[in-house]
């Protein structure tokens, strides 16, 4: 009888644990992602940040046309100020992509040579679960 209690008190114990655990919305998790590589972006790692792209991205991007267009655009702009969520989409088809999960996330942005800026990322979830940016714009 005192094994059969201890599997209760374990079994609602656990699901009190699963219910007090918060899922992640998709928004929440293609925004961890789309700050994890814009990170790399900001330091200057284009080459990370085109290897931690989604396998859509490099197949569009050589690594070497991504960093000459990411070295033009950031450069110029300065190092980065602050970074504020606009706004995070879920999508499921977006023009010129396979159909898929997207995330289209904006952000208010501020660098040191351009005070308001607008950045678009764009992550997608890829077959093995994983959030992976696959475009991104600034303006």
Not at 30 to 46: H, I, K, T
């Amino acid at each position: 009888m005192k094994i059969v209690i201890a599997l209760c008190a374990i079994v609602l114990w656990a699901t009190a644990v699963a219910a007090a655990t918060p899922v992640a919305t998709p928004e929440a998790a293609a925004e961890s992602a789309a700050l994890s590589w814009l990170g790399l972006v900001d330091s200057g790692n284009y080459s990370g940040s085109w290897s931690r792209a989604s396998s859509f991205f490099r197949q569009k991007v050589s690594e070497s046309q991504w960093q000459g267009a990411a070295s033009s655009t950031r450069l110029p702009l300065g190092a980065l100020k602050s970074r504020t969520l606009r706004s995070a989409t879920l999508k499921s088809a977006l023009p010129g992509a396979p159909d898929g999960q997207y995330v289209v996330i904006q952000f208010d942005s501020s660098f040191e040579h351009k005070v308001s800026a607008v950045e678009t990322v764009t992550p997608m979830l890829e077959a093995d679960g994983k959030w992976r940016v696959s475009g991104y714009y600034i303006r």
